[in-house]
Structures are given as structure tokens and as C-alpha cells.
């Protein structure tokens, strides 16, 4: 098949490589320009670059409009595949290739449809999280879907490793896709009911609320590790990022945010019955201030009796 490929950053450059190695021609890139984003950090592997080692023609843009648009019609392809792109594609562009386009998208929709999917799942408990290829329709991620691929979520994993698992699940989801739309099969209608939406994660979203129990925060804090915004509380007037926590073997009653210890370790009382007693705490292993300083010892910082919460103030 004649190839259309949108996308860019790590996920857009795992789906490009795959592309190449498929057998199948790919006759034009549309990439978005080098992105000043903390978001990608680390996730910044070059799809144009890939494409010009490879005599690709590039579109460099940040929307498939005007000449992106007019050069993806002209193209006369059998398929666009898109990868990590986070514009609104208009319905004469993405029906434009024969076969219209595939979208490879890092969730299992429906749920997660949108931004930071793995990120999401874990804060939410998800016990796996995947890739799906889908046929591009009108809303986010909404058309049918075409091929799929799961991993499981254990308590070890944390949204590093979890992207990792994605990314390894983008080329075997693209080459069943292309498989599936080779061999003329009908995609399946996503359950509308079961579809979910989640924005991108910025650092206001991994603020600590302690009151929600420690599985709540062990899970958000694992969500929000390097190279992700970090799960941040204020102790006194001073931020802080909890790094690295886990589940108290004990329970802890009081006030959610009160800093108490087990004779050993720091650790925070939680959850929304936190004054039957009957919750266990956070313990906390690590910790980083403001300045980027790590600290593997946070009862040099954080003692018996502080409070941490989502706003400064003793």
C-alpha cells in the first residue's frame, strides 16, 4: 500500500520504524517542528530526520491544514497512519487516503481516549493498559477499532515502565492493523457508553490529596514519576515531590496529612476514614525539593507531627 504517516515525538518514531519495516511504501511524513514541551521530555526521538535518511518527502506543521492538507490529498495513498498527533484532523483530510486513516492509539479504547493514557490508567487502578489501532472518525479516538494488544499493571510498574510496554506494543498493533485492513476485514464499533476522555497532565494535576487513601496516593505518585511532572505537597510553606512511597503494613488514625512514624520510617496517615484508625499510611522513601535535590532520608526534612497538603500553610 501508498502510506501517509502523521505523527511525531518517541510514539510517532516507533510507529514510523515499524512503518518501514511493514513492505509498504511510504509516500509522504507530516511531523510537527522540534517541540519545547516538558511533557516529551525524553520522548523526543526525530520522525522528520528518520524520513530524510530515507529520501521522504516532510511536511513540517503543527495541523494538517492548508499545503499539508492539499499535499496529503494529492498523494493519492491507500492509507494515512497517525501516531501521536495532537491537533483536530478535519474529515476531508483524514478520508482522503482510500482506505482513510488508521490511528495508533497508546489505550485500551474506548477508555482513555485523549492524553497520557498509561498515566491516567495507573491513577485509576487500571489492571492493564494497551495500544489500539483504530479507523479515524469524527471526536478523539472514537472510530472503530481495528487491532488491539494489552499488558498487565503490577504494584512494580509506574508510568515509565508502562510507556515503555506501550511503545513496545506500537509495531506489532500497526502491523496487525495493516494485516487486518489488507485482508478486507470490518473494524469494530467502539461502545460509546464505554468511552472515557482524559486531557494532558500538567504538574497542578499531581497534587497530593491525602485524604483519598494510600493506595491512591502510592498509585499517583508512581504515575507521576521522571521523566513525568512529580507528585508534589506542600510541608509548611515549603513544595515538595514525593518520589517514591509505598503502603504502610500498618494503619495509622488521625487526620489525613498528618505526618506520624511506624518507630523506623516516615510515614503519613490517609484515607477518607483515617479517624476510625482503620486506614494504612504512606510511607515515604524518598523525597525532592524544589530546587531538584533528591533526599533518600526524608526524616531529615519531614518529622512526627508537620502536616502535608495541597496548599502552604502551618
Partial sequence: MRIIFTGFATFGYRSITALADSGH???????????????????????AAFAR???????????LDGAAADAIRAAEADLMVVTNWTSVIAEDVYAAPRLGTLNIHDSLLPKYAGFGAPNWALINDEPEVGVTG???????????????????????????????RCLDLVGPVLQDSLDFLDAGKAPTPQDPEQWTYFHRRRPA??????????????????????????AWAYLGEQLIYLTDVEISPMR?????????????HIVVVAGPAAHTGREYGVQINRIRLADGTDIDNPGRVIRPGMYLRLTPGR
Fill in 25 to 47: 511504501e511510504i509516500v509522504l511524513v507530516c511531523t510537527q517542528p522540534p517541540i519545547d514541551d516538558p511533557y516529551y521530555a525524553g520522548m523526543d526521538e526525530d520522525v
Fill in 53 to 63: 535518511e530515507r529520501d521522504i518527502p516532510v511536511v513540517e506543521t503543527k495541523r
Fill in 134 to 164: 483504530h479507523l479515524m472518525a469524527e471526536g478523539f479516538d472514537t472510530g472503530p477499532v481495528v487491532a488491539q494488544r494489552a499488558t498487565r499493571v503490577t504494584d512494580s510498574d509506574d508510568a515509565l515502565t508502562l510507556t515503555n
Fill in 205 to 230: 494535576d499531581c497534587g497530593i490529596d491525602f485524604s483519598l487513601g494510600a493506595r491512591a496516593v502510592f498509585n499517583l505518585v508512581r504515575a507521576s514519576c521522571d521523566p513525568f511532572f512529580n
Fill in 252 to 264: 495509622f488514625g488521625g487526620t489525613p496529612g498528618r505526618v506520624v512514624t511506624d518507630g523506623e
